[in-house]
């Protein structure tokens, strides 16, 4: 077995330690960031409207929701509800996100059961505006070569984001019963 003496383990640290930290350095900035504030490419703010900061806190195909939900949650009560239902067929079921109440909303929308395969529906924006807020979804895009299923589908989202009093509408485009 060698020894080896303190000099060549200091110098084997140092390398050890550059190589590793762009590797780090790399993973870290590649991370998924859920939270969301502006996208450029939606193009101008409608007048009237400030946009919102949401964290996706769940969004699938696949969630269980039968029927269609736009429900505003104020406790974590109905958030527990809402993910017994998601994980009533998910073994182990997904964790219930932590969510403190006090400053935050939950909104879930869920258009019910489709019959045909879409992908998890995702939030583009939220739009605050005098009398409400907005949630506009990216946009299903059907074509002839995917999702030619005949499956049936149960998309839902979940976002959080600043209580408000204000009532929630869903803009979306693209997305057919």
């Known amino acids: 077995m060698k020894i080896f003496t303190q000099k060549q383990l200091v110098m084997f ?8 930290l762009p590797i780090v350095f790399l993973l870290l900035s590649c991370g998924n960031k859920s939270t969301v504030s502006g996208d450029p490419s939606l193009g101008e703010i409608p007048k009237g409207a400030q946009e919102m ?3 996706t806190l ?3 195909s696949q969630s269980g929701l039968k029927g269609p939900t736009q429900e505003v949650l104020n406790s974590g009560d109905g958030l527990k509800n809402v993910f017994a239902i998601i994980n009533s067929k998910r073994k182990p079921g997904i964790p219930i996100p932590d969510v403190n109440f006090d400053t935050h909303e939950v909104f879930v929308f869920s258009p019910g059961q489709v019959s045909h395969g879409v992908p998890s529906p995702k939030v583009q924006r939220m739009l605050q505006f005098e009398n409400k807020i907005v ?4 946009p299903v895009e059907q074509n002839e070569n995917g999702y030619a299923t005949t499956v049936i589908s149960e998309p839902c989202v979940i976002v959080a984001f600043k209580k408000t009093s204000l ?3 869903v803009e979306t485009t693209g997305m057919k019963n």
């Open 53 to 55: 900061a949401f964290e």
């Open 135 to 138: 949630v506009q979804l990216e």
């Open 58 to 60: 769940f969004s699938s």
């Open 167 to 169: 009532p929630v509408v």
């Open 13 to 20: 640290h140092k390398k050890s330690f550059l190589i590793i």
